[in-house]
Nanobody, 121 residues
Framework: QVQLVESGGGLVQAGGSLRLSCAAS????????MGWYRQAPGKQRELVAT???????NYADSVKGRFTISRDNAKNTVYLQMNSLKLEDTAVYYC???????????????WGQGTQVTVSS
């Protein structure tokens, strides 16, 4: 079994910061790309940021310059540092990991349960 568990969500005022963490556990052979997605009420889920196993990053235009994605391969953990938060950042944030559980199994995507981030004025 593979489990992704997020932490760090909560309520924060506009202009503040939060740091999200997502740790993968269970039987894991390798992890390829990891990423963060978010879904606001009445909106489609959208990509926020991704990071490859080699450290290459990609960000949505709406968060560039404010958010930073990073990972600790030894801990199978991905982070999202969110600065200068805006009201429109309010959403449920989900982490994703493309991983293989064994050396003979193709990798596929796994999702966390989601964590609520609410930005207030």
């Amino acid at each position: 079994q593979v489990q992704l568990v997020e932490s760090g969500g909560g309520l924060v005022q506009a202009g503040g910061s939060l740091r999200l963490s997502c740790a993968a556990s269970g039987t894991i052979f390798s992890i390829n790309t990891m990423g963060w997605y978010r879904q606001a009420p009445g909106k489609q889920r959208e990509l926020v940021a991704t990071i490859t196993s080699g450290g290459s990053t990609n960000y949505a235009d709406s968060v560039k310059g404010r958010f930073t994605i990073s990972r600790d391969n030894a801990k199978n953990t991905v982070y999202l540092q969110m600065n200068s938060l805006k009201l429109e950042d309010t959403a449920v944030y989900y982490c994703n990991a493309d991983l293989a559980r064994t050396s003979w199994t193709r990798s596929r995507g796994y999702w966390g349960q989601g964590t609520q981030v609410t930005v207030s004025s």
